[in-house]
């Protein structure tokens, strides 16, 4: 199994583009870690230990049923001011080297929110630093040490964006059994969407999302997500929807 880093700027951010993927690797036993650059505060009804509270819900809600709970991390960096600098990288890329990461998922390249490419840029670029030999990287709050240095196999981006455009994925996860898993972990979040008028009906939109992104693979839900690399298949058992009863 696989050690996977899901990163995000904020808290909320991993659970609204692939919570329901995050549940499914969880529950196929891969280490699954969260990562969050902020603690996304301040927001218009949330404060520092709300959130923080939220967020530690969110991931309990992902995490597989009566097995290991998935990790939550943050780097400490300021929210609305995150910014690409070595410094930031570094931590990152000790936390990468921390957790062994050998899959990462990070937010979409291209966003309205400065916090979100600045966070993205910084991940990629982690990705990098954390495979250098004699450079030492800072060790995480919560860990003891780190590993040694390692290069992240695979890099994959989800959706979370502020732009208003239509996700043109590379491929489809088929989320239909954590779809249940995915709501209850954006519902943590009461501060962000239950008290806030303005965001109270994105959790309803998602759920629309994800259906159509999965019918058309042929499933209930699916969330989207973008390569830059390419993908490599040992075999077609893993297509959805391979029997061709779908449209």
């Known amino acids: 199994m696989a050690s996977i880093l899901v990163i995000g700027p904020h808290p909320d951010d991993q659970e609204l583009g692939m919570g329901g993927t995050i549940a499914l690797l969880a529950r196929e036993g891969h280490r699954v870690t969260i990562l969050d650059l902020t603690d996304g505060e301040p927001t218009p009804f949330g404060d520092p230990a709300t959130r923080a509270a939220e967020a530690r819900e969110a991931a309990l809600a992902l995490s597989p049923p009566g097995g290991e709970p998935i990790t939550r991390v943050s780097a400490g960096l300021p929210n609305r001011r995150v910014e690409h600098t070595v410094e930031s990288r570094h931590r990152v890329a000790g936390v990468i080297r921390a957790v062994q990461a050998r899959v990462m998922f990070v937010p979409y390249f291209e966003d309205a929110h400065p916090d979100h490419v600045a966070g993205t840029r910084i991940a990629e670029d982690a990705r990098f630093d954390a495979k250098l030999t004699k450079v030492e990287m800072p060790v995480p709050a919560g860990f003891e040490s780190i590993g040694p240095p390692i290069y992240p196999t695979w890099l994959f981006y989800y959706y979370a964006t502020h732009l208003r455009v239509v996700p043109s994925p590379t491929f489809l996860v088929d989320i239909s059994t954590t779809a249940g898993a995915k709501q209850k972990a954006i519902g943590a979040y009461r501060s962000q969407f239950e008290r806030n008028p303005a965001n109270r009906g ?24 973008f390569a830059r690399e390419p993908l490599g298949l040992t075999g077609l058992s893993g297509l959805a929807n391979l029997s061709g009863t779908g449209r």
Not at 202 to 221: C, H, K, N, T, W
């Open 202 to 225: 994105l959790p309803a939109r998602l759920a629309e999302q994800d259906a159509y992104f999965g019918s058309r693979i042929g499933v209930a839900a699916a969330e989207p997500f």
